[in-house]
C-alpha cells in the first residue's frame, strides 16, 4: 500500500496559486520585469546616454527597435533602463511605507492610550489629501532627487498602512490566543511581535503588493510632472514628459513608456489578487 | 497534610465603570495544598473567573485589584513586577480556559505554541523545546505525537486541543493548574476522557488544581474540596463529600435540588426545581446578605447585615446568618 505524503499548508497554498491564471500571469510579467530591471545595463542595446543627432526622431525600425528620441538615444534602451528606476522606487517606498506603517500601527493599535488618539487623529487629516499631492508636498520640502523621490512616496502611503496595520491589531489583539500567549508568560513586545504580526501580515501583504503599481504610477506622474527624477537618467515618467512634445512626430517615445506603466501596473495588480485568493479563505480554516 | 502552595486572602477586583464599582471579587479567601483539587462552583457573574485571572494578574482596566494578597509558598504575588510575574506565569501557575479552538493561535504548528511556553521558561534550544514538546503530547494521549506536532490548531478535534491546551499548561511543571470550564465546550464522552487525564496527571505531576465550573456533577468528580461562590463572595466551602451530603449554605442546597434527576421517589412530581430569582445586578447589591431576595431560610438581619463566614465544623465554612446567631 502506497504511503500518501502529509500535505503540508505551504504546498497547499502554493497550488492553489498557481492553478489560478491570473496570478501565474502576475507572477511570470513580473519576474520578467525584475530580470530586465536587474540585467537592464547588459539587455539594453545602446548607452541609454549616448546621442546620435543624426538619427533623431526616428520610427520603430532596425536598428533601433523602438525609435529613437530629440536627442537620438535608442528608446528601447531608455525604456528598458527605466524599468529599473519605477521598479526600485515602487518596490523601496511601499516596502519602507509598510514597515513604518506597521510599527506604528501595531503599537497605536496595542498600547491605546494617548499615542493611539495621537496617531488616529494625524493618519485623518494626512488621508484626506490625495496622494500625489502629500508626495509633491514633500518634494517641495526635500528637493528632487531619486532618494527624495522614495522617501515623498513612502511618506504619502504611510497613514493608509498605519490604519490598515491598526485596525487589524485592534481585532487581532481581542483573540482569545493572544490571551493564552500571555498566560505562559509573553510580554507585551513578544506578543506583538511573535503573535500580532504575523496575524495582520496576510492583508497586508496583499495590499502592499497592489499600491506598489500605485507607487510606480505616481511615480511616472511625478517624474512626469518634473519633479521626480530628472533627465538624463531615464523613467518612464520623464520619457513620457519630454516624448510628450513631439507626439505628432513620434508618438512610440509617449507610447512605449506608457505602456510599460500600463503592464507593470497590471502586473502587480494579478499578483496582488492572486495573493488575496490564496490568503484569506485559507486562514479561516 | 501536604503543604499549602496558594492561598488568598480577603483577594478584592473591583471594576470601575462609568463612575460606579462593580465589586467582581469581593474578600475571596481560600487555599490549595499541593496536589489537591479546589472546585470553585457559581453561576455566570459569580466571579470565579475574576478571581482566576486575579491570581495571575491579568485584570486589564477598568477591573482593578484592589485589596487583598495572593500568596504563591508564601510570596504575594500582588506585590511581584511585571517581569516576575511573567516568569510566574505558564512556569508556575498557568491556566487553560473554554474554547480550546480559540485558544491556539491558527499561524503556529502545535509544536511551536507548547515550545513557546517551555522556551520562555527554560533555557533550551529550539530542538529541545520541539522534542519536550513531542513529549507532552504523548504524555495527554495524542496518537502519533511527532506527526501530529507538526499539524496546525484546524486540523485537531476539540477534544485534542484541549489536551495540547492542557499539555502547554503542564510543560513546566507547574505548582497550580487553573482550569476555567475547560471541558463546557466539549461534548460529554471528551469531557470524561479529559477529566480522567487531568486527575493523572495531577498525580504524575503533583501540580495543584483550581477547577473552575458551574457543572456540580464535574465538581463531584474531580474535587477534593469545593469553594460555591455567589456574587463575588465565597459563601460555603467545604470537603466535597461534606458538601454533598450536608450542604449547609441555602444556596448550595438550591444547586442540588435543581439538578435534573430521574425521580424515581416521587414520581408525579416531574417539575424542574429553579431558583427564584436572578443572580443580582452588582452594581446594585442589595445590603445585607447578596442571597436574601432568593433565598428560603431568611431571617430578619439577612436583609441589613451581610453575613460573615462561620466555621461550622474543621473544614468547612459557610457565610449565613443560619448558622451564626450572634
Known amino acids: 500500500m502506497e504511503m500518501m505524503e502529509p500535505e503540508t499548508e505551504r504546498g497547499k497554498k502554493i497550488r492553489a496559486f498557481l492553478r489560478n491564471k491570473t496570478s501565474i500571469v502576475g507572477l511570470g510579467l513580473i519576474v520578467v520585469i525584475t530580470l530586465i530591471a536587474v540585467f537592464a545595463s547588459y539587455i539594453a542595446p545602446y548607452d541609454v546616454r549616448a546621442q546620435n543627432l543624426a538619427e533623431r526622431l526616428l520610427k520603430p525600425g532596425w536598428p533601433h527597435l523602438l525609435g529613437t528620441d530629440d536627442f537620438g538615444r535608442d528608446n528601447l534602451s531608455r525604456a528598458i533602463l527605466g524599468t529599473r528606476i519605477s521598479l526600485a522606487v515602487g518596490v523601496i517606498s511601499v516596502l519602507i511605507s509598510v514597515f513604518l506603517g506597521m510599527m506604528v500601527g501595531m503599537i497605536a493599535g496595542y498600547f491605546g492610550g494617548k499615542f493611539d488618539v495621537l496617531v488616529v487623529g494625524i493618519v485623518d487629516i494626512l488621508m484626506a489629501f490625495p496622494t500625489i499631492l502629500l508626495s509633491l508636498t514633500l518634494l517641495f520640502i526635500l528637493g528632487p532627487g531619486l532618494s527624495t523621490l522614495i522617501i515623498a512616496i513612502a511618506f504619502s502611503f504611510f497613514p493608509r498602512f498605519i490604519r490598515i496595520a491598526r485596525a487589524s491589531t485592534l481585532s487581532v489583539k481581542e483573540e482569545k490566543y493572544i490571551e493564552g500567549a500571555r498566560l505562559v508568560g509573553r510580554g507585551d513586545w513578544g506578543i506583538l511581535i511573535f503573535h500580532i504580526l504575523p496575524n495582520i501580515s496576510g492583508p497586508i501583504i496583499v495590499i502592499g503588493t497592489l499600491w506598489v503599481a500605485t507607487a510606480i504610477r505616481i511615480e511616472a506622474s511625478l517624474s512626469f510632472l518634473g519633479f521626480g527624477v530628472n533627465p538624463p537618467t531615464p523613467t518612464w515618467g520623464n520619457m513620457i514628459r519630454s516624448g510628450v512634445t513631439f507626439l505628432q512626430i513620434n508618438p512610440w517615445l509617449v507610447v512605449v513608456p506608457g505602456l510599460a506603466i500600463m503592464v507593470t501596473v497590471i502586473a502587480f495588480n494579478m499578483l496582488g489578487d492572486g495573493i488575496r485568493d490564496i490568503s484569506d479563505p485559507r486562514l479561516r480554516g | ?326
Open chain 2, 1 to 326: 497534610m501536604a503543604a499549602t502552595i496558594l492561598q488568598l486572602n480577603e483577594l478584592k477586583t473591583h471594576f470601575y465603570i462609568d463612575g460606579a464599582v462593580v465589586p467582581a471579587v469581593d474578600g475571596v479567601s481560600f487555599s490549595i495544598r499541593r496536589g489537591e483539587t479546589l472546585g470553585i462552583v457559581g453561576e455566570s457573574g459569580s466571579g470565579k473567573s475574576v478571581t482566576a485571572l486575579s491570581i495571575l494578574r491579568l485584570v486589564d482596566a477598568p477591573g482593578k485589584i484592589v485589596g487583598g494578597k495572593v500568596l504563591l509558598e508564601g510570596t504575594d504575588l500582588l506585590k511581584c513586577s511585571k517581569q516576575e510575574m511573567r516568569k510566574i506565569r505558564g512556569s508556575k501557575i498557568s491556566m487553560i480556559f473554554q474554547e480550546p479552538m480559540s485558544s491556539l493561535n491558527p499561524l503556529f504548528r502545535i509544536r511551536d505554541q507548547i515550545g513557546e511556553a517551555i522556551g520562555l521558561h527554560q533555557a533550551v534550544t529550539r530542538r529541545e523545546a520541539r522534542e519536550k514538546a513531542v513529549e507532552m503530547l504523548r504524555l495527554v494521549g495524542i496518537p502519533s505525537p511527532e506527526s501530529r506536532a507538526n499539524n496546525f490548531p484546524h486540523q485537531m478535534s476539540g477534544g485534542m486541543q484541549q489536551r495540547i491546551m492542557i499539555a502547554m499548561a503542564l510543560s513546566c511543571r507547574p505548582l497550580v493548574m487553573i482550569a476555567d470550564e475547560p471541558t463546557t465546550a466539549l461534548d460529554v464522552t471528551i469531557q470524561a476522557q479529559i477529566l480522567h487525564l487531568m486527575d493523572q496527571l495531577k498525580n504524575d505531576f503533583g501540580t495543584a488544581i483550581m477547577y473552575i465550573t458551574h457543572d456540580l456533577g464535574v465538581v463531584a468528580k474531580v474535587s477534593q474540596n469545593v469553594a460555591v461562590m455567589y456574587a463575588g463572595k465565597i459563601v460555603e466551602y467545604a470537603g466535597v463529600y461534606d458538601l454533598f451530603d450536608y450542604p449547609a449554605h441555602p444556596y448550595t442546597r438550591a444547586l442540588l435540588e435543581s439538578i435534573p434527576r430521574g425521580n424515581k421517589t416521587d414520581p408525579g412530581n416531574q417539575r424542574l426545581k429553579v431558583i427564584s430569582g436572578t443572580v443580582p445586578n452588582l452594581l446594585h447589591l442589595p445590603a445585607g446578605c447578596s442571597f436574601y431576595p432568593r433565598c428560603g431560610d431568611r431571617f430578619e438581619i439577612c436583609a441589613r447585615e451581610a453575613p460573615v463566614e462561620v466555621e461550622m465544623k474543621p473544614g468547612q465554612y459557610v457565610r449565613c446568618w443560619k448558622y451564626n446567631h450572634g
